[in-house]
């Protein structure tokens, strides 16, 4: 069934859905890994930032702690000791920070503690400079180195925050970069595995809409075939019906409850309900059928007879043939005809066919019985006839003895009459034994049976060599007694003569009268004599049983010969033709097949 | 020729052809006798009765009522000591394949009635002298095959 | 099972006729064939029984000259038609030296005895021997032409149609259905 199309787009449509699939998978497997890497590139800046923001505090704790220190030194009131006190809390807080958010480099946690250890130190020379410029205990010498000492420390101090800054700088950048390699690829790979993935489902979206066009236009196409097939099914008055042999559904066309004399889908049908239609006669066939179904998954013709509800026969021809579909399930396909028609108009026929067979037979043994009884008086008249000798003849009267001749002349055209009848029923009636033949021989019986005849007139037979038939032996000899005989009845006065037998294969094509019968092979066997002819407008009239062209006194004869001949060439399947001009002799043409 | 009378046997139904049959055997050179049955059934009883005289030559018309003589034909080719009559089917057709038939079945000679009554005679004498020349001459018996028609 | 027998009539008679003889104590001595030589004259009685005897297996006694001048023309035709010496001479010659007589008595003492001619009677033998060859021997008929002395298979046949009124062919036909029908 052309109209079927091989869906494997399905599997086509599934392997893509997966690919999809994997690569949105792939895809968000990739966005949650930038996501967490700008997630961590951002909490390494935060950290960073944070560093740097303790550091600046630390610095500017300390600056405070130098700004007050200052403050103090110069005005000695206690009001910028506040900020110099409160720094060391906050140098404190920022390095508890700093502590922590340098845990995990080791690096820097030895910067810090030298910065620590650093501060501490500034701290105490904070400590001494306030002890040595108290007025109490002002030393400025050691004021001075510690201030100057301070100074230095200060600067170590803001030496190592900015190492350390810059340390943590270059430890984001690095992060940093790291990162943005990793994420740079990112976006590129995602757009174009989005591109490839945004393409399959193109793609199979694409394929999807063939597919529902297909499976649109191939649903119109059946519904049409579906529709004309219902149709079919009721003007040839067939139906068809579906066994699923594994789950013993039976789905009938609607023409089948048609056909069983009811309306489509009155009852769901199956093997049961089925039977109830089938002729009580037939009940038994069609069960064993139906086990054959099953068994063999086959159903031969069966011919039955079904009653329909309103208790008219019907005569059902039905079918099978086991269908795999395309989920592997068996399906027997049956096929119902109704020939109730064809089956009377059949009996009908055989009916005639036999009546007319009677009548034939009737009539040829009629035949037959009639000239075969006919003899019997027959002979005894001419018999009778041949007993009245000379001597009796002597003493009868002129008119006695006219009488005698006369009776004798027609009990002779009766015999032959009837001779000429018999053969022509035995040309019907006889079986009919095709045996290869030689002609030839048949011919050189024909001749001997015509030995006198030929001699009398000085016949001479001129033959070609004809072929070995399949053929009833005595009908073709009869044949060419027949054929060979009239050559000699109807020669011209006075010239002796002579017979040209001539024989050639032909195609049928060749010749018109042979057209029914095209591209058979023939052979053509002519019979020419040079006898007085015929006028040509009677060349198919002298077949015809009973045709005479002269009348009984000039040229005895019963007009049966040819339509023996005709007859005889019939029953081979060939055909007899027959040209003359007259005065120039005729031709017979005999055609046997091959 | 012979010595004793040819003794000649005919089974014909008919009258007419049974008088033929007696006239042109009283004209024929030979000396003979000749007898007639009517029926089939009357030709089996006569020859079956051990106390008959078998013929020569026995003339077997086809067409008899009660047995044809094709039925008798065979009987009597079936019976021991019948088998060797010398058997002329005398008969009203000459059909090839009736006459090959009767031959089969064991006639010796088949003759077709003719309608003439010197063509009966001539028919006769040439049976007998052919029959005659069998008899006297070491011919098979067999092999005597002889069809006027 | 099948078996051709072929018999050699000289023999067989030769001897039939010496046991016969012997039977009645007859004194005898073979002039040739058929032709006995009895050592004292038989009484009217003894010859009658000895034609008894004979009669039933075929035998014939024969008695006036002129028979037997017949028997002797039969029996060289037939020793002419059975040997297969193909000499293409005329048969009227050769009985006529054969048996010191002009052929025209021979002729007409033949159809005296028989009513029926010598060329009939040889025609009737060639026709036999003919039937013979065709069965026994399976001959073709080309090849019983030739043997016979047939100018032609078609001169055969005519000829053999002619004497038994059937074809060579039909006869054989026939004969061979008859032994099926046997069998």
């Not at chain 1, 600056?63 to 900020?83: S, V």
């Not at chain 1, 190592?160 to 976006?187: C, T």
Request: net charge negative; with cysteine; charged share 25%.
């Amino acid at each position: 069934m052309k109209w079927i199309p091989k869906f494997n787009s399905s599997n086509y449509l599934r392997v893509i859905f997966i690919i999809a699939i994997f690569i949105l998978l792939f895809l968000s497997s990739i966005a949650y890994k930038h996501n967490r890497d700008l997630n961590e590139s951002s909490k390494l800046l935060m950290h960073t930032y944070e560093i740097n923001i303790e550091l600046e505090r630390l610095m500017s704790a300390i600056k405070d702690a130098e700004t007050g220190q200052r403050g103090f030194m110069i005005t000695r009131n206690n009001r910028f000791l506040a900020p110099y006190l409160y720094s060391r809390d906050k140098v404190n807080t920022s390095f508890i920070s700093l502590k922590k958010l340098t845990a995990n480099n080791p690096q820097q946690k030895k910067n810090l503690d030298k910065l620590f250890k650093l501060i501490i130190q500034r701290y105490v020379s904070f400590e001494n400079c306030l002890k040595y410029s108290a007025p109490e205990t002002y030393d400025k010498r050691k004021l001075d180195n510690h201030m100057f000492g301070g100074r230095i420390l200060m600067e170590n101090i803001r030496f190592k925050v900015d190492e350390m800054k810059d340390i943590e700088k270059v430890f984001l950048e690095k992060s940093l970069k790291r990162y943005d390699e990793e994420i740079s690829l990112g976006p590129v790979f995602s757009i174009s595995l989005f591109l490839a993935a945004l393409t399959f489902i193109l793609l199979a979206y694409r394929q999807i809409s063939k597919d529902l066009e297909s499976l649109k236009v191939y649903n119109k196409k059946l519904l049409i075939s579906s529709g004309l097939m219902a149709e079919s099914e009721a003007i040839g008055k067939f139906s068809t019906w579906q066994w699923d042999l594994e789950t013993d559904k039976i789905d009938y066309s609607d023409n089948q409850f048609r056909l069983l004399g009811v309306q489509p889908n009155i009852f769901v049908p199956n093997k049961d309900s089925f039977m109830d239609f089938v002729h009580p006669d037939d009940q038994e066939a069609i069960a064993a059928s139906m086990e054959g179904i099953i068994n063999n998954e086959e159903l031969p013709f069966i011919y039955y007879k079904i009653i329909q509800p309103n208790n008219e026969i019907r005569y059902f021809k039905s079918t099978g043939k086991l269908l795999v579909d395309q989920q592997g399930s068996k399906i027997l396909l049956g096929i119902n005809f109704d020939i109730t028609d064809e089956h009377l108009l059949n009996i009908k026929l055989q009916e005639r066919n036999n009546e007319l067979e009677k009548s034939n037979k009737e009539l040829a043994s009629f035949n037959h019985v009639a000239s075969h009884d006919l003899q019997e008086p027959l002979r005894k008249i001419q018999t009778f006839i041949s007993r009245v000798s000379d001597a009796d003849k002597a003493v009868m009267s002129d008119s006695a003895k006219e009488y005698i001749v006369k009776i004798e002349t027609s009990a002779n055209r009766m015999r032959v009459l009837i001779d000429d009848l018999l053969l022509f029923s035995k040309t019907n009636t006889t079986k009919k034994e095709f045996i290869k033949s030689d002609l030839n021989e048949l011919l050189e019986n024909a001749k001997s049976e015509l030995a006198v005849i030929i001699d009398e007139q000085n016949g001479i037979l001129q033959v070609d060599n004809l072929p070995k038939l399949h053929v009833i032996p005595y009908q073709i000899e009869q044949l060419f007694i027949n054929l060979i005989g009239n050559s000699l009845k109807y020669s011209q006065p006075g010239i002796a003569p002579k017979i040209n037998i001539t024989c050639e294969k032909i195609l049928s094509n060749e010749y018109p009268e042979l057209m029914d019968q095209p591209f058979k092979k023939f052979y053509k066997i002519m019979f020419a004599d040079n006898g007085m002819g015929f006028d040509p407008q009677f060349k198919e009239n002298i077949f015809v049983l009973f045709q005479r062209l002269h009348s009984k006194t000039d040229y005895p004869g019963t007009g049966i010969g040819l339509a023996i001949c005709k007859k005889i060439v019939e029953n081979h399947k060939g055909y007899i033709t027959a040209d003359s001009e007259p005065g120039r002799g005729s031709v017979f043409t005999v055609f046997l097949p091959e | 020729m012979q010595k004793n009378a040819l003794h000649i046997l005919l089974a014909d139904d008919d009258e007419d052809d049974r008088l033929f049959f007696k006239d042109a055997f009283e004209e024929v050179k030979v000396q003979t006798k000749v007898e007639f049955v009517f029926d089939g059934l009357q030709l089996m009883e006569h020859l079956m009765n051990p106390d008959t005289k078998l013929p020569d030559i026995l003339f077997l018309d086809l067409n008899m009522p009660k047995k044809t003589g094709k039925e008798c034909l065979i009987e009597i080719k079936k019976t021991e000591h019948l088998k060797n009559l010398i058997i002329a089917i005398y008969s009203t057709s000459s059909s090839d394949e009736d006459i090959e038939d009767t031959f089969i079945e064991g006639a010796n000679i088949y003759i077709k009635k003719p309608s003439d009554f010197n063509a009966l005679k001539k028919i006769i004498n040439e049976v007998i002298t052919l029959n005659w020349h069998y008899h006297t001459s070491g011919l098979n018996r067999d092999n005597f095959l002889l069809s006027l028609k | 099972m099948k078996l051709f027998i072929k018999f050699d009539i000289n023999t067989i008679c030769t001897l039939f006729l010496k046991e016969k003889l012997e039977e009645q104590n007859l004194n005898f001595s073979t002039l040739g064939f058929g032709e006995i030589e009895l050592e004292e004259n038989l009484s009217t009685e003894a010859l009658e029984e000895l034609k008894n005897n004979l009669g039933p297996y075929g035998f014939e006694v024969v008695e006036n000259q002129k028979s037997v001048l017949v028997q002797k023309i039969k029996d060289a035709i037939i020793e002419l038609v059975y040997t297969d010496d193909n000499n293409n001479f005329k048969s009227s010659a050769y009985l006529a030296d054969k048996l010191n007589h002009s052929y025209g008595y021979l002729s007409n003492v033949f159809s005296e005895v028989t009513y029926s001619s010598i060329e009939n009677f040889i025609i009737i033998q060639k026709i036999e021997r003919a039937k013979q060859l065709m069965i026994v021997n399976e001959m073709s008929l080309t090849e019983i032409a030739f043997l016979l002395n047939y100018s032609s298979v078609a001169h055969l046949s005519t000829q053999f149609k002619n004497t038994t009124g059937i074809t060579p062919s039909a006869f054989l036909r026939i004969i061979k259905k008859r032994r099926e029908n046997l069998k």
